[in-house]
């Protein structure tokens, strides 16, 4: 069986737009983490895209390619480390520290604001179209909680 536990390598907020920083950790709630803002909120927050999830081993792969990427310069919220990120899909469940639950809601789709991250500027290279299984997720959060790094992130059976 594959790894489906990893951690919580990076927690990081904005108050609106790309980089999000890091921060030791924050509540989440059902419109995503506090002091976490959005420039566009036609296209980010709320419900179903409360909290935006990427992976280090992704990022460290687009860093291999030659690209400036770093925790938090795609706008995700949690930099997550140790799960194979093809495994994690809309409609998976996913357990943050001892209270936090997410449920993949969607992969996100890539826009010009990350064009920074990238050498080149093609922000389609996160695009799930394109790029299967290396695009950023949005969350909802079914069972809020507190989430800091270190925390253990845990895949869960489909129900």
């Known amino acids: 069986m594959e790894q489906r536990v990893g951690t919580v390598h990076q927690v990081s907020i904005s108050r609106g737009g790309v980089p999000k ?9 059902e419109l995503g983490l506090d002091g976490d803002l959005h420039n566009d909120t036609n296209h980010h927050g709320g419900p179903e895209r409360a909290v935006c999830l990427y992976s280090l081993e992704l990022l460290e792969k687009l860093n291999a390619e030659g690209h400036p990427a770093y925790p938090g ?13 093809e ?3 809309p409609g998976s469940r996913l357990q943050v520290g001892a209270a936090l639950l997410l449920q993949i809601s969607e992969y996100t789709t ?7 991250s990238f050498s080149d500027g093609r922000f389609v290279r996160i695009s799930q179209k394109v790029y299967p299984g290396e695009s950023r997720l949005y969350a909802r959060v079914v069972e809020a909680g507190e989430v800091r790094p270190g925390d253990t992130v845990r895949l869960l059976p489909d129900a």
């Open 87 to 89: 495994q994690i899909t």
């Open 110 to 116: 890539p826009c010009r604001t990350i064009g920074g």
């Open 21 to 29: 920083l890091p921060v030791d950790r924050a509540r989440v709630h």
């Open 73 to 85: 310069s795609m706008g995700e919220n949690l930099t997550v480390s140790g799960i194979p990120w």
